[in-house]
């Protein structure tokens, strides 16, 4: 339908906003002008209308048996292709568009979309065999490290329902790890792929920025969105990874050359003679990090170092700097992309969602109200922050982003990889329901120490279970040279050969 012409008390509101100085006969003037000019957004509508997609008829229904709420919808989609993911289930994160199939992206502000396209991870999946089994729960628009901000009522953890199975690809772990599916895509701006892996005992692989194309996923901020596959083994991720990367012309944080690596064929080449950098500020971070997981973490470690590998301490003192990149990049830029920008913001040259947008930006000013209280802390500071600095300190952390690569980079010049824990800590309790507010902020913050940062620099990281603590898993992440995330997946197979994999749960 056309566009709607502005009124004369618009387009006073919109000149006294941009201190115009145009008085009542001045813009008598320019609203013609203005308004003739919007026939070039009726033709543009008109011509989109010629070619835009429709949804296909999909069978889905809501899950009956959802013990752990990570289940958002079900489905059973496939192509009958034979390829190498033939035979096996698929969730899909909920962030992530399947045509015909609902998606709620966690967030009544999105509940009541069906996307018309599918996401090129999908497509690329079910061209390898794969069928997908449903869309997992994910938290509320994809920004809380753990389980408990999604409209629908926490996702639990199949090791103990009383806990976190963290976020934000809180469903699609959860799954991974108690067998509802064999395997799952999930999506990473500050962890959220690393985070739900280790507290539920999984694989997670956050791949180098740009490798895996991000079209068809509902954007958080372009500089640190990404997609990856969360699996029960290393050699399952290796071969998710391999179907899923590479450029797809669309997605324009992916670079100009791009060429995928064999991720499954260096699995099994050891670690014999591999440089290990063991990160000093990984560990024992003040006031955080749980000793038991540093000690498991190290004994990991030397289990490498016992059969081959070459290990050895190494400090990168952006490591503790680059949190505060990480909270002012994902704050303000997530405030203007996602909030303001209802998710795609503009000046972006790859594909658009004109259906997302519309949807989203009538269901956020709709249901506003009932956002999480972690989505409420980082929009009032990042409006506010937008509004006072003017977007210089995202333009400075930014800048300062590309130090903290370098500095990554130098010590991955001398080691093959680095290592160090996942996370801190094992998997919290999930907040009561009516707990104040700055425990529910924290619980979905607290984790972050360690994979927050590597979203800012875009180096590869893999999470791979380390051992119990406590009972409950802890994890080990294996960072490596951008786009080389062949390496750190082969490290993270030695780590899983040696320690015989990772047992399920047993509590569901």
């Known amino acids: 339908m056309p566009i709607d012409r502005p009124t004369t008390e618009q387009l006073t509101a919109i000149a006294s906003r941009y201190g115009f100085g145009l008085d009542a006969d001045a813009i008598a003037e320019y609203a013609p002008l203005v308004e003739a000019s919007f026939d070039a957004w009726d033709a543009v509508e008109q011509l989109y209308a010629k070619q835009a997609p429709t949804a296909p008829d999909r069978k889905h229904w809501t899950p009956e048996d959802n013990p752990l709420g990570a289940w958002y919808v079900r489905c059973e989609i496939a192509t009958g292709d034979e390829g190498p993911l033939s035979g096996r289930t698929v969730a899909v994160k909920d962030n992530v568009m399947v045509a015909g199939v609902p998606m709620m992206n966690g967030s009544r502000t999105v509940e009541g979309f069906i996307p018309v396209r599918d996401a090129t991870v999908v497509s690329r999946l079910l061209a390898a065999g794969a069928t997908i089994a449903g869309k997992s729960t994910c938290e509320d628009l994809c920004f809380s490290g753990g389980s408990h901000t999604t409209a629908l009522g926490p996702v639990r953890n199949p090791w103990d329902t009383n806990r976190s199975a963290g976020g934000s690809s809180s469903g699609s772990a959860a799954l991974v790890s108690s067998g509802g599916a064999d395997l799952a895509v999930g999506g990473d701006q500050g962890g959220s792929i690393r985070i739900p892996s280790a507290y539920c005992g999984v694989v997670g692989h956050k791949p180098t920025h740009g490798l895996v194309p991000y079209t068809g996923a509902f954007p958080i901020e372009l500089t640190i969105d990404h997609l990856g596959p969360i699996t029960r083994t290393v050699r399952d991720a290796a071969v998710m990874l391999q179907v899923m990367a590479g450029p797809d012309g669309l997605d324009a944080r992916q670079p100009d050359r791009l060429n995928p690596d064999d991720y499954v064929g260096s699995l099994d080449q050891g670690v014999d003679g591999l440089r290990i950098g063991v990160l000093q500020e990984g560990f024992g971070i003040p006031g955080v990090s749980q000793s038991g997981v540093d000690d498991a973490v190290r004994a990991t470690i030397e289990r490498l170092r016992s059969v081959g590998a070459k290990v050895e301490e190494v400090s990168v003192p952006w490591h503790t700097d680059a949190m505060a990149l990480w909270a002012v990049i994902a704050t303000e830029g997530a405030t203007w992309q996602m909030i303001e920008g209802n998710a795609y913001g503009l000046n972006y040259p790859g594909e658009y969602d004109p259906e997302l947008i519309a949807h989203f930006a009538k269901g956020r000013r709709a249901h506003g109200a009932e956002l999480s209280e972690t989505l409420k802390a980082t929009a009032l ?100 040279k951008r786009f080389d995330d062949a390496t750190c997946l082969r490290v993270a197979h030695a780590v899983e050969q040696l320690d015989g994999g990772f047992p399920m749960p047993t509590s569901v």
């Open 381 to 480: 500071g990042g409006r506010h922050a937008l509004d006072v600095s003017y977007g210089q300190h995202y333009a400075m952390a930014r800048n300062l982003a590309l130090e903290a690569r370098k500095a990554y980079d130098e010590a991955l010049d001398r080691y093959d990889v680095l290592m160090l824990p996942t996370l801190p800590i094992t998997a919290t309790e999930l907040p009561a329901p009516n707990a104040p507010v700055a425990e529910r902020v924290a619980r979905g913050l607290e984790m972050l120490a360690n994979t927050a940062p590597f979203d800012v620099t875009g180096h590869p990281a893999t999470s791979v279970p380390a051992g119990p603590v406590d009972g409950l898993p802890a994890a080990a992440m294996i960072v490596g």
